[in-house]
């Protein structure tokens, strides 16, 4: 999925220096919330992902991740709605985030995205997102699964409603 994921990145990267970015944000944030109300509904794919499924939702990922620098929430979606425990979803994810985000860096230092402003944000954000990482492992380690998953659900609702009104604003 991770090699998918920057494989896409390239696609993403050019959407993004291309499309209008409010476009951008309306539409996942549109694909986020409906993928999370499916999820929160009770759905799950109860089959074990083939291969075919797995390449899409890196390809999905990675071109988002290119596009709006949120390649999350596909990879986030597939294993929380799939037949994974709560530590090999979180495992699996960490996991391709960190491929993931070296794809996407790559790329918008190649085609010149990542600005001194872009820079000045990541770096102010960056112990707030360090916070975030800590509290969440601890939390992680307290919470029953199914307590895991609709705290993981909100909070990719919450992101998502407020990416869309800023979007909208």
């Known amino acids: 999925m991770g090699l998918c994921a920057a494989a896409a990145v390239p696609l993403g990267s050019y959407l993004l220096a291309t499309t209008n970015p ?3 944000r309306i539409g996942i944030s549109i694909f986020v919330l409906l993928s999370v109300g499916a999820l929160a509904s009770g759905w799950r794919y109860r089959g074990t992902p083939s291969i075919a499924v797995t390449v899409v939702v890196g390809l999905v990922a990675g071109t988002l991740g290119g596009a709006i620098g949120m390649s999350g ?19 699996n994810t960490l996991a391709f985030f960190g491929i993931s985000a070296l794809a996407t860096m790559t790329m918008y230092v190649v085609n010149g995205l990542l600005t ?5 944000l990541a770096v102010i954000l960056m112990p707030i997102y360090g916070l975030g990482l800590y509290l969440g492992s601890r939390a992680f380690r307290l919470l029953p699964e199914r307590a895991f998953r ?5 909070l990719i609702g919450a992101i998502s409603v407020a990416t869309l009104v800023a979007a909208l604003v």
């Open 22 to 24: 409010h476009a951008l």
């Open 73 to 91: 929430p596909p990879v986030v979606l597939f294993w929380l709605g799939g037949q994974a425990d709560a530590g090999q979803a979180r495992t």
């Open 150 to 154: 609709i705290v993981a659900f909100s």
């Open 116 to 120: 001194w402003r872009v820079i000045g």
